[in-house]
């Protein structure tokens, strides 16, 4: 880079500020994208338009390439933190502005399970993508799931599990949904390494997603299909 001259953020218009963040995003420079964020709330670019073109736009370059094997964990956990910079100044001024979300995700790993690192890279993914979402954490008994459905009000749950001892568990997460009658309010989504798609559907799952790519991808369609519901 030393023979090049430094780039002015400033100095570029917006269509090249969200060209230069769209590759900041994707190299993970966190103070970068803080930056372009101001310069644009500065130029008077509403926060809700920051999000979708800059941020989710840059993202989405991103998960497009780490579906395709192009980018890899360390990468893509790299360029979310850059985002989580940037969502950082725009969230209290988009709850400011009432701004339209895509959705609203409570995610956690299931009881007897510790590993985060893929429900993590979901959870940043889909905030990448405009939704909201509540992460449980790890080690989630049904009555965490309960709890936080019923104070929530999410769209979607989501489920993730490491160990093939612990998946059996999401299955007495959604047996409980439907005893209580309330399994067809949410769309359960479940993922990680040992599951696949017979297993999700098993279970009851509405859908197995491999990567935090194709789970972001899901969620945008099956709330799709449910705004177009909703509206017919």
């Known amino acids: 880079m030393s023979d090049e001259e430094e780039i002015i953020l400033s100095e570029l218009n917006d269509e090249e500020l969200v060209d230069q963040m769209f590759d900041d995003l994707y190299d993970g420079l966190k103070e970068e994208i803080e930056e372009g964020v101001n310069i644009l709330l500065e130029r008077g670019w509403s926060p809700y338009r920051i999000l979708t073109e800059a941020l989710v736009g840059g993202m989405t370059i991103v998960g497009h390439d780490?579906?395709?094997?192009?980018?890899?964990?360390?990468?893509?956990?790299l360029a979310a933190n850059a985002m989580k910079g940037?969502?950082?100044?725009?969230?209290?001024?988009?709850?400011?502005?009432?701004?339209p979300r895509v959705g609203k995700m409570v995610i956690g790993t299931v009881k007897g399970d510790i590993h985060d690192i893929g429900k993590n890279l979901v959870g940043m993914m889909m905030e990448g993508a405009g939704?909201?979402?509540?992460?449980?954490?790890?080690?989630?008994?049904?009555e965490s799931?309960?709890?936080?459905?019923?104070?929530?009000?999410?769209?979607?749950?989501?489920?993730?599990?490491?160990?093939?001892?612990?998946?059996p568990y999401m299955k007495v997460v959604i047996d409980t949904l439907v005893e209580k009658g309330l399994r067809d309010d949410y769309i359960v989504l479940?993922?990680?390494?040992?599951l696949n798609e017979e297993f999700g559907k098993a279970i009851g799952a509405d859908a197995y997603c491999r990567?935090?790519?194709?789970?972001?991808?899901?969620?945008?369609?099956f709330m799709g299909r449910k705004h177009n519901a909703l509206s017919a």
């Open 145 to 167: 799931y309960l709890d936080a459905l019923e104070s929530e009000q999410p769209d979607i749950l989501g489920m993730s599990a490491l160990l093939t001892t612990t998946m």
């Open 190 to 194: 479940v993922g990680g390494a040992p």
């Open 211 to 221: 990567d935090a790519a194709v789970a972001v991808e899901t969620a945008k369609e």
């Open 66 to 77: 780490f579906r395709d094997g192009i980018l890899f964990v360390p990468e893509v956990l």
């Open 86 to 99: 940037g969502m950082a100044i725009l969230k209290p001024l988009l709850v400011e502005t009432g701004a």
């Open 131 to 142: 939704f909201e979402v509540v992460d449980l954490g790890i080690n989630n008994a049904v």
